[in-house]
C-alpha cells in the first residue's frame, strides 16, 4: 500500500469517528438533561425537596430599597423602608391577572393574622382598578401596598415570576425567598421555621 493509500485510509477512518461522535452528541445531550430531570423528580418525590426554592443571590443581604407610591383607593400607605423598618416582613409580589396569586392568598390572609410578621405587598404590572377588585374579592391581607407599573422594583429584588414573597429581618435582611404560591406544606416546612428562627430575637 502506497503512502498516499495509508493516509486516504488514516483520513477515512477519522472522518467516520468524527461523524460517528457527532451522531452519538444529541443522544449524549438527552441523557444528560434526562439524568438531571430525574435528580430532580426524585428529590421532589422522595426527599420532599421544593424544586420552586430557587436559591437567591439576595439571601442574607440587605433588601433593596423601597419607595413605592401606594395603591390609592386601598387606604393603605405606601410600601416604603420606613413601612417595614424594624419589622420581620413578608413582602408578596402579587398581581390581579396572575391565576396562582388567588391560590395563594386565602393562605396569605391567614399568615397575616400571625403576630409575629407584618405582610406586605408589591402590585407588579397591574391596573390599579384590578388590584384593588382583586382585594376586595379576596380580602386584604396587607400592612402595606407599593404599587410597581413597571416591574423596576422587581427587578431589584430579583423576581423570577409571580407570586413570589421575601421574608424580611428586622435589620433589613432578606432571610427566605419563595418562589411561587405559598402552599400549607411550603409554609409549614419552609416559612415558619424560618419565622421561628428569628421571631424571638
Known amino acids: 500500500m502506497t503512502q498516499a493509500s495509508q493516509n486516504e485510509d488514516a483520513k477515512a477512518k477519522t472522518t467516520g469517528r468524527a461523524r460517528y461522535a457527532l451522531a ?3 443522544l449524549l445531550l438527552f441523557g444528560g438533561f434526562a439524568l438531571v430531570a430525574g435528580k430532580m423528580l426524585y428529590d421532589q418525590d422522595v426527599n420532599g425537596l421544593d424544586i420552586s426554592a430557587i ?3 439576595l439571601i442574607g443581604t440587605k433588601a433593596p430599597s423601597l419607595s413605592l407610591p401606594p395603591l390609592e383607593g386601598s387606604n393603605l400607605p405606601a410600601l416604603t ?7 420581620l416582613t413578608l413582602v408578596n409580589v402579587f398581581a390581579s391577572w396572575c391565576i396562582p396569586c388567588r391560590q395563594e392568598h386565602p393562605l396569605l390572609q391567614e399568615l397575616a393574622k400571625d403576630s409575629r410578621i407584618t405582610v406586605v405587598g408589591i402590585n407588579y404590572k397591574d391596573k390599579p382598578d384590578n388590584a384593588l377588585r382583586f382585594l376586595g374579592e ?10 410597581d407599573p413597571n416591574g423596576k422594583a422587581a427587578i431589584d429584588w430579583g423576581v423570577y415570576g409571580i407570586p413570589e414573597s421575601y421574608l424580611v429581618g428586622r435589620d433589613g435582611t432578606i432571610l427566605f425567598k419563595k418562589v411561587g404560591p405559598f402552599d400549607a406544606r411550603s409554609i409549614e416546612r419552609d416559612l415558619m421555621p424560618a419565622i421561628a428562627a428569628v421571631a424571638g430575637q
Open 24 to 26: 452519538l452528541l444529541p
Open 138 to 147: 379576596l380580602g386584604n391581607p396587607f400592612a402595606a401596598i407599593g404599587i
Open 55 to 57: 436559591p437567591s443571590a
Open 81 to 87: 423602608d420606613a413601612a417595614i423598618k424594624g419589622k
